[in-house]
């Protein structure tokens, strides 16, 4: 929030794009060709991602200071990551076949999955690849195995369960529903699951193409998720799907997050670009500012921004959402005028904004009064924020009151306007 009575709000950011209403800065990776993949909030206010090359998990602060913390496993390729019910980050690691558990300290415990069948056995015989993970209602943490038709569940003790689907599937993105069960999505078999806590699963098709990799519960209590041939789709808690088309084509849809300003935000692989969407379906895409950076997974900071990760950009990248400017707490000194003596009096307004893009830049913009006023006039405005005013009101009414409009407006033109009065009472008792 920003006081105007200084005449200027800023907003920083290191790229922005008039037509998109965001702005967005990328962090690069210190290990270069870290690939990173899964991106959460963490219990500390830092943001917590996975770097499946690099083999680290990263965390990065608000202000964008990156710190790293090796795997035991050599080349385990994390992936998937998210925050736990005991204050710890739990994250899949494809390769190494293990549940790794991480502390905001920094220090990663890991927790070997069964062996068992699996779809592929090629290098990864015995290896059931677990991709996505997500913190259950139930206090444990559930995961997807994309090698092997399960669902995984362990404890923050490090218990783990299987389930195996009905249908033999890839297994991708995982989360936890408004319904107090976890979704999922079953990618090749182009359909959608749902699991109970007691491991109870259902499986709903997917009217259109091949679903994609990832699901989110979306701020109207359905899931929404990625599906590939540019669709996103939402799902009811009762199975009932609805598909909407992306503008660009073979955009390859990935990640998907609510975002603060309750639409749904997704990344478009191929395209390089950042997806809004609306409970009502409408899409805005924006670009990314690095050229073919492969953005992937994206998420609601701590800060209220969105954090996304840029495997081929090596980058972690912020995008800020641009809200209209709005007036909050409009007030002119002084509001009263007395003695009624025919003089002009200084008034200066003052009071704060929020939200707006660039400098937002208020004025007063126009002035009327409930009574009559001279023919040479009873208000002058000398500034943006300040005007004269003539302490005058008619013997036989009941007060002067002035209403001075003041307008903001941000460096996109999006403005707002709110009133603020000043009065010269009849008499000294009111």
């Known amino acids: 929030m920003s006081k105007f009575f200084f005449g200027l709000a800023i907003f920083i950011g290191t ?105 592929v056995c090629a290098i990864d015989c015995g290896h059931s690849r677990p991709y996505e993970i997500t913190s259950g209602p139930d206090g444990n943490l559930w995961f997807t195995e994309s090698n092997a038709s399960k669902i995984g569940r362990i404890t923050p003790a490090g218990v783990i369960t299987e389930f195996p689907t009905p249908t033999p599937v890839e297994t991708a993105g995982i989360v936890s529903g408004p319904d107090g069960n976890l979704w999922f999505v079953e990618e090749i078999a182009n359909q959608i699951g749902r699991i109970t806590t007691a491991g109870v699963i259902t499986e709903f098709p997917v009217p259109g193409p091949p679903a994609g990799l990832e699901i989110a519960s979306g701020p109207d209590g359905n899931l929404w998720f990625t599906e590939e041939n540019d669709l996103i789709g939402r799902i009811t808690t009762a199975g009932v799907i609805t598909e909407f088309p992306v503008p660009t084509s073979g955009s ?36 990314v500012p690095t050229g073919g950076s492969l953005p992937e997974i994206i998420t609601l900071g701590p800060d209220g921004n969105l954090w996304f990760t840029e495997g081929l950009g ?70 943006d924020l300040s005007l004269n005013l ?20 941000d460096a996109l033109a999006n403005s707002d306007t709110k009133t603020v009065t000043v009065s010269v009472p009849h008499d000294r008792g009111h």
């Open 15 to 119: 790229a922005a794009f008039c037509e998109a209403q965001i702005s967005i800065t990328e962090y690069q990776i210190p290990t270069g060709g870290s690939q990173p993949a899964g991106i959460t909030q963490g219990p500390d206010g830092n943001l917590w991602f996975t770097e499946y090359v690099g083999n680290k998990i990263g965390k990065i602060t608000p202000s964008g200071v990156i710190a790293e913390f090796p795997i035991p496993t050599a080349a385990s390729n994390p992936n998937g990551i998210t925050r736990g019910p005991d204050g710890n980050l739990w994250f899949t690691e494809r390769l190494g076949n293990k549940i790794g558990r991480i502390t905001t300290a920094g220090v990663i415990t890991e927790f070997l999955l069964p062996p068992g069948d699996v779809l």
């Open 252 to 287: 390859l849809l990935v990640g998907i997050t609510t975002g603060p300003d309750g639409n749904l935000w997704f990344m478009e692989q191929n395209a390089n670009q950042i997806g809004r969407i609306t409970t009502a379906g409408v899409v805005t895409e924006y670009p």
């Open 390 to 409: 003539r302490a005058k009101r008619l013997g036989n009414g009941t007060g002067r009151i002035y209403t001075a409009s003041v307008q903001c407006t």
């Open 314 to 383: 090596n980058n972690i990248g912020k995008a800020t959402v641009i809200t209209s400017p709005t007036i909050t707490g409009l007030n002119a000194t002084p509001n009263v005028l007395w003695p009624p003596n025919d003089k002009m009096v200084a008034v200066s307004v003052s009071g704060s904004t929020s939200g707006g893009f660039g400098t937002v830049s208020c004025q007063i913009i126009s002035v009327n009064s409930n009574e009559p006023v001279d023919a040479d006039g009873d208000w002058v405005i000398t500034g």
